[in-house]
């Protein structure tokens, strides 16, 4: 397996493109399943997670071809072939899940596997379920399966969210675009990833207004027909990368970002002593005198502070002047990058669901191993601002969320190479 070495080396300064958004995409990728015309998507990051999509959809019988590098990705359900979503491909990614809307909207059946994805909880299904019932689906377990039906075909109906799950936004949004009648969402995700599926469903016919505030109004239509979306940018890996100048120093212009996307995150890091401006082509961020000050972060929905954001946090804190108390509320399991970090020399003491973060002057480079995506990345954020080497291992968990990444780090002058494995 390989792995990256990192060798801390002072303050990272140049430019940074940043891809299109994985969780975009991955829900984007599904809508095709919806309509018998070509979908193509354009920005796409080239993800494993978007090749476990792609072979996902093609065990459906979809059509799915990668252009331009990966990053155009044209599809077709034309001629679908099956509406079993296997374990084999669903354990491997959460995400899978999200072809659970479109099939039985289209279809008025699904079978798929109960999902997997990074080991941060729990992670069930009832709220995907209970919205999808409310129109009109019966949906029961056998076998590690959702078996989905609905023989007269979805209803357009009323249904209050117990929680704003992104991924059940996304299913109940997509089951509703073919629904008879109108289908209101109360309490519905507000992500930009959410807004971005809208938008392409708007372009295949779909009426639907409200994306971005929490009441979704969705309007079914007889047949969506084809498109082409341009995916939004990756507000996760925007993020990660403002960090690498917050946490050696320096100054780094992420081109492709805006402002909009990482409010509350650009928030935390002006709070603590970390400039963040907007420029023609993204964000500059920039961190000049000396030592970065403890702030709080809770994890919310959006538009709170991105839970994805909380493990690459943790990294800046360590180094922070002062204690800060990190509280993960959406996920009951993602502290797992805590232990690594505390062998790189950081002070953090986790209960529950807060890790109390006391800030120490330097890391120390270590041996440590990745054990989730934002969690691993976290790491190397880590080794950029620590003394010595670190090696991160597992790095898999890497190439499921980000394009490139020694490339990009290099390219603002960080000291970052993979370690082919056996
Ligand atoms: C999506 C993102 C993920 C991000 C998360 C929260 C994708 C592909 N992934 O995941 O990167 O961390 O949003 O911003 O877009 N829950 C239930 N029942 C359900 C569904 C969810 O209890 O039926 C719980 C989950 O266990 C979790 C919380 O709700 O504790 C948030 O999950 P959800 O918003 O659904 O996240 P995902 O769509 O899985």
Do not use: W
């Given at each position: 397996m390989d792995s990256i070495l990192v060798t801390g080396n002072g303050p990272l300064n140049g430019q940074i493109p940043i891809a299109g958004a994985k969780n975009a995409c991955l829900t984007l990728m599904p809508a095709t399943l919806?309509?018998?015309?070509?979908?193509?998507?354009?920005?796409?990051?080239?993800?494993?997670?978007?090749?476990?999509?792609?072979?996902?959809?093609?065990?459906?019988?979809?059509?799915?071809?990668?252009?331009?590098?990966?990053q155009v990705i044209a599809m077709s359900s034309h001629?679908?072939?099956?509406?079993?979503?296997?374990?084999?491909?669903?354990?491997?990614?959460?995400?899978s899940n999200l072809v659970l809307g479109p099939l039985l909207a289209r279809f008025g059946q699904a079978v798929v596997s109960l999902p997997g994805g990074c080991a941060i909880g729990a992670r069930p299904m009832d709220l995907h379920m209970e919205g999808?019932?409310?129109?009109?689906?019966?949906?029961?377990?056998?076998?590690?399966?959702?078996?989905?039906?609905?023989?007269?075909?979805?209803?357009?109906?009323?249904?209050?969210?117990?929680?704003?799950?992104?991924?059940?936004?996304?299913?109940?949004?997509?089951?509703?675009t073919l629904a008879k009648g109108t289908t209101v969402l109360k309490n519905a995700a507000r992500e930009p990833e959410i807004v971005d599926l809208v938008e392409c469903l708007r372009k295949m016919g779909a009426q639907i207004s409200g994306e971005g505030s929490s009441t979704i109004e969705i309007h079914g239509v007889d047949r969506?027909?084809?498109?082409?979306?341009?995916?939004?940018?990756?507000?996760?890996?925007?993020?990660?990368?403002?960090?690498?100048?917050?946490?050696?120093?320096?100054?780094?212009?992420?081109?492709?970002?805006?402002m909009s996307l990482v409010d509350s995150f650009a928030a935390k890091l002006d709070a603590a002593g970390v400039s963040v401006t907007e420029t023609q082509n993204g964000l500059?961020?920039?961190?000049?005198?000396?030592?970065?000050?403890?702030?709080?972060?809770?994890?919310?929905?959006?538009?709170?502070?991105?839970?994805?954001?909380?493990?690459?946090?943790?990294?800046?804190?360590?180094?922070?002047?002062?204690?800060?108390?990190?509280?993960?509320?959406i996920f009951e399991n993602r502290f797992m990058h805590a232990p690594e970090l505390v062998r790189m020399g950081a002070n953090i003491e986790v209960h529950g669901g807060t890790a109390t973060v006391t800030g120490v002057e330097t890391l120390k480079g270590a041996r440590v191993m990745?054990?989730?995506?934002?969690?691993?990345?976290?790491?190397?954020?880590?080794?950029?601002?620590?003394?010595?080497?670190?090696?991160?291992?597992?790095?898999y968990h890497l190439d499921r969320g980000y394009e490139h990444v020694v490339r990009k780090l290099e390219g603002v002058g960080a000291k970052i190479e993979r370690i082919k494995g056996e």
């Amino acid at each position: 397996m390989d792995s990256i070495l990192v060798t801390g080396n002072g303050p990272l300064n140049g430019q940074i493109p940043i891809a299109g958004a994985k969780n975009a995409c991955l829900t984007l990728m599904p809508a095709t399943l919806l309509s018998e015309e070509p979908l193509t998507l354009t920005n796409a990051p080239r993800l494993s997670d978007i090749k476990t999509m792609t072979a996902l959809l093609q065990s459906l019988g979809a059509e799915v071809s990668s252009l331009q590098d990966g990053q155009v990705i044209a599809m077709s359900s034309h001629n679908l072939t099956s509406q079993t979503a296997d374990y084999d491909i669903v354990r491997k990614m959460r995400a899978s899940n999200l072809v659970l809307g479109p099939l039985l909207a289209r279809f008025g059946q699904a079978v798929v596997s109960l999902p997997g994805g990074c080991a941060i909880g729990a992670r069930p299904m009832d709220l995907h379920m209970e919205g999808l019932e409310a129109l009109g689906a019966e949906i029961e377990l056998k076998d590690g399966y959702l078996h989905a039906r609905a023989p007269g075909g979805l209803k357009g109906a009323v249904h209050e969210m117990r929680f704003a799950s992104v991924g059940a936004t996304e299913n109940i949004v997509m089951a509703a675009t073919l629904a008879k009648g109108t289908t209101v969402l109360k309490n519905a995700a507000r992500e930009p990833e959410i807004v971005d599926l809208v938008e392409c469903l708007r372009k295949m016919g779909a009426q639907i207004s409200g994306e971005g505030s929490s009441t979704i109004e969705i309007h079914g239509v007889d047949r969506l027909h084809g498109a082409t979306h341009q995916v939004v940018t990756d507000r996760i890996e925007l993020g990660t990368y403002m960090l690498a100048p917050a946490i050696c120093g320096g100054e780094v212009e992420l081109l492709g970002g805006r402002m909009s996307l990482v409010d509350s995150f650009a928030a935390k890091l002006d709070a603590a002593g970390v400039s963040v401006t907007e420029t023609q082509n993204g964000l500059k961020v920039a961190r000049k005198n000396g030592r970065v000050q403890a702030v709080d972060v809770v994890t919310e929905p959006f538009p709170g502070f991105p839970t994805d954001l909380q493990a690459q946090m943790m990294a800046l804190m360590c180094t922070a002047e002062g204690v800060s108390v990190l509280e993960e509320r959406i996920f009951e399991n993602r502290f797992m990058h805590a232990p690594e970090l505390v062998r790189m020399g950081a002070n953090i003491e986790v209960h529950g669901g807060t890790a109390t973060v006391t800030g120490v002057e330097t890391l120390k480079g270590a041996r440590v191993m990745a054990t989730d995506l934002r969690a691993s990345v976290s790491l190397i954020l880590a080794g950029l601002a620590a003394e010595g080497e670190t090696t991160v291992s597992r790095v898999y968990h890497l190439d499921r969320g980000y394009e490139h990444v020694v490339r990009k780090l290099e390219g603002v002058g960080a000291k970052i190479e993979r370690i082919k494995g056996e």
